[in-house]
T-cell receptor, first 112, second 118 residues
Framework: SQKIEQNSEALNIQEGKTATLTCNYTNYSPAYLQWYRQDPGRGPVFLLLIRENEKEKRKERLKVTFDTTLKQSLFHITASQPADSATYLCALPDTGRRALTFGSGTRLQVQP | GAVVSQHPSWVICKSGTSVKIECRSLDFQATTMFWYRQFPKQSLMLMATSNEGSKATYEQGVEKDKFLINHASLTLSTLTVTSAHPEDSSFYIC??????????????FGDGTRLSIL
């Protein structure tokens, strides 16, 4: 069955550093991968989409890579700020359907 | 940008009560909406796909008689948790795509409904 893995342990980093979050998947050949941010008690907010033919995508301080050979995506936040503290979810399209399957998310805590 | 509104944001009620949750697309038409459930410290799990003008598609293990979905218009889907029990307590979130039929576009999520059954 399809499976998405994100590091369940919280990631604590110092303000100004680069945060790197990992998303690994198995039994998938996704055409794209998405990253979302979720704050406590709120719905997820879309951040970035990267397609299978794209190795890297950037948006302001965010960068996503997509390695379809390793079946892995890395999500980077440069010059991190306390306001970046949240849970970050990766998501892949369900095979043959229009919904998304989400990883369990990684909680990022940026210390001032 | 596209906005999805969900109401209510928080419900506390007694066991046996039925609870209706509304999900609206505010500035776009959504022929399809998705209902997810999220337990504490867990990921979002798809419950069902709501289709405007036709029956919802439920995921395996989700009781369709327990979780009634109605998608009567292009901007509104409702989820009714019938005869709710404490184990139904969870965070329910809806989402939709704009445009609706493009699978590689992001989903827009509502802010969720925290359901607590006493």
């Amino acid at each position: 069955s399809q499976k998405i893995e994100q590091n369940s342990e919280a990631l604590n980093i110092q303000e100004g550093k680069t945060a790197t979050l990992t998303c690994n998947y198995t039994n998938y050949s996704p055409a794209y991968l998405q990253w979302y941010r979720q704050d406590p008690g709120r719905g997820p907010v879309f951040l970035l989409l990267i397609r299978e033919n794209e190795k890297e995508k950037r948006k302001e301080r965010l960068k996503v890579t997509f390695d379809t050979t390793l079946k892995q995506s890395l999500f980077h936040i440069t010059a991190s700020q306390p306001a970046d503290s949240a849970t970050y979810l990766c998501a892949l399209p369900d095979t043959g359907r229009r919904a998304l399957t989400f990883g369990s998310g990684t909680r990022l805590q940026v210390q001032p | 940008g596209a906005v999805v509104s969900q109401h209510p944001s928080w419900v506390i009620c007694k066991s046996g009560t039925s609870v209706k949750i509304e999900c609206r697309s505010l500035d776009f038409q959504a022929t399809t909406m998705f209902w997810y459930r999220q337990f504490p410290k867990q990921s979002l799990m798809l419950m069902a796909t709501s289709n405007e003008g036709s029956k919802a598609t439920y995921e395996q293990g989700v009781e369709k008689d327990k979780f009634l979905i109605n998608h009567a218009s292009l901007t509104l889907s409702t989820l009714t948790v019938t005869s709710a029990h404490p184990e139904d307590s969870s965070f329910y979130i809806c989402s939709a795509r704009d445009p609706p039929d493009t699978s590689n576009q992001p989903q827009h999520f509502g802010d969720g409904t925290r359901l607590s059954i006493l």
